[in-house]
């Protein structure tokens, strides 16, 4: 993974198209029994595929600008009695998503912001530094991967509660959002094993030029993880748009609420129009980085399996 | 992958020995090694390997945070046991991860070895079967919500209309609320397991198929003796972290259903919610943790057991 994504990317193109071969041959796709199946096979499932993959997001933004009643009695309609651009200013003003859009940007940089910090220091230090100790350290956050998450939700919010040092709880603050997202082994891991294939040599002769673990750090090191910095960022900026159980325990506030913590609260006292349209809201600044970064996504997706456990 | 000639040349080890000092660490740059280690030990230390060992102290105490915790032994464990609703909350976690599987194993399987075939705007295709894996999950449940309206006007409802099937009552009953779920949870999720594939699939390599050829096989010989095989690695973590990712659900029943109706939905994690900050006779952090120990040691067990008996079917 770390190797594919350091390669430029015309390399990467030259490669597929040498082995431009799947499971049928050129010479079965000669043939037209093949290529007629393989075609309808294809067309069948793209549009299956946009169906259940694009679907209901476009039933979606329709309904958001569908007057209430009509998508109530004709979900499927298209605009049956015209539009109503009410339930999004509705949903943003009066009902006051807006306040949340902003929450969960806070909340999204905020917690990318600590996960970079640790993981890109602590990288450095395991990986490029290695003092002696650091398999113990290396040891101690692999092992946190094998502990399933729900083993942490009560400690953590008694820790939250009664934080050390501080003297004073970390509820309702972003906080408690922000510093719990940095202790995040697989970001440590993805960035450490990056760290551990930059070429050694590059390093001593900064060292031999002088540079300090400082400036090795900030200019030499940094500047060559641009790809791992990527996917370790949109991990961390879609996480924190996902999250929803640990930020409802931790922020009771609506004032600072992300969009995920508030939207189930006010669905029962929203009209269902203007709730479909904070829902369309929600899902905007998500979907645009995925239509943006596509690349990145898909090749950070093969990852995303190791992230669940 | 971890191990380059360089860092074998380089390692501390095997440098001149000198004697150490603490003068020499500080030369050495000791110091500044520390610090930037210091976000990493303050973050971890306290908010993951701090609460970790604290869940396991928890979990033989009584504690509420109104009086001041007592060690009570194993009568958490004890409590769980003697709870009703943790063995229904177990078996219907269990039946939403074979539920989980049945929708979520297969299906993701075949479309990424159709998709592999596409030769024309495979990105277009991978786009779309990864769209719903982006949307924020929280909005998905509160969209599938709406869908499961179960008056005959529903999305649902309207769909099954046209072909002659009359209305369902979807997340309202107790014998359909768990497929219902189950549906959405698929939709949301199956995207990532469909790429995981695909990637794993475009790593065979094609000297395999045109071995295969020779051999004289067919399209469907080289998929039973080349693409599978070559899949099986993938397939057997895909289904470990599956069950651990569903042995763990908590957002979609607790958001579609609540648990309910009569419990049907209520999974473990939500029993783990509802003792910790829900308890109407009071918060029981105790038992909470209790339950949640008692279900990591099952996934790890079960993790231990499944990579052993797979071992020698994977390895070759």
Known sequence: MTAATLRPRTARK??????DRGIASLSDWRRPTVRFGMSTVHFILLILLILWGIGPLLWLLKSA????????QTPIAVFPHGWDWNNVTTAWNTVGIGVQFLNTIWVAVGSWFVQLLVATTAGYALAVLRPKYAPIFNGLVLATLFVPAVVLLVPLYITVLHPPLIGHSLIDTFWAVWLPAGANAFNILLVTRFFNNLPREIFEAARTDGAGPFRLFWSIVLPMSRPILGVVSVFAIINAWKDYLWPRLVLTDPAVQPLSVRLPNIQSQTDLGVFL???????????VLFLVFQRLFLRSAGLGGAVKG | MTTTPAQVRLSPAQRPARRRTPLTWVRGGGP?????????L???????????VESVVMSVQHTNFVTAPTFVGLDNFVALFRDPLVPIAVRNTGYFALLALIFGYPIPLVVAVLMSEVRRARGLFSALAYLPVVVPPVVSVLLWKVFFDASSHGLFNTILSWVGIGPQPWIQSAATAMPSIVLEATWAAAGSTVIIYLAALTGVPPELYDAAEVDGAGIWQKIWHVTLPQLRPVLLVTF??????????????????????????????????????QNSIGLD??????????LALFLALFSVVYFRLTKAWSDN
């Open chain 1, 277 to 287: 349209a904070a829902l369309a809201i929600s899902m905007i600044i998500p979907i």
């Open chain 1, 14 to 19: 030259r490669e597929r198209a040498d082995s």
């Open chain 2, 240 to 277: 470990i972290l599956q069950i651990i990712g569903t042995a763990q659900v908590f957002l979609e029943p607790f958001l579609l259903t609540f648990g309910g109706p009569a419990n049907s939905t209520l999974t473990i994690l939500q029993l783990i919610f509802r003792y910790a900050f």
């Open chain 2, 42 to 52: 303050v973050i971890f230390g306290v908010f993951s390997w701090g609460p970790i």
């Open chain 2, 32 to 40: 500044a090694t520390l610090l930037f280690l210091l976000p990493m």
């Open chain 2, 285 to 294: 952090y105790g038992k909470a943790t209790a339950l949640s120990i008692l």
């Open chain 1, 65 to 72: 600008i569908t007057p209430t009643q009509d998508t109530l």
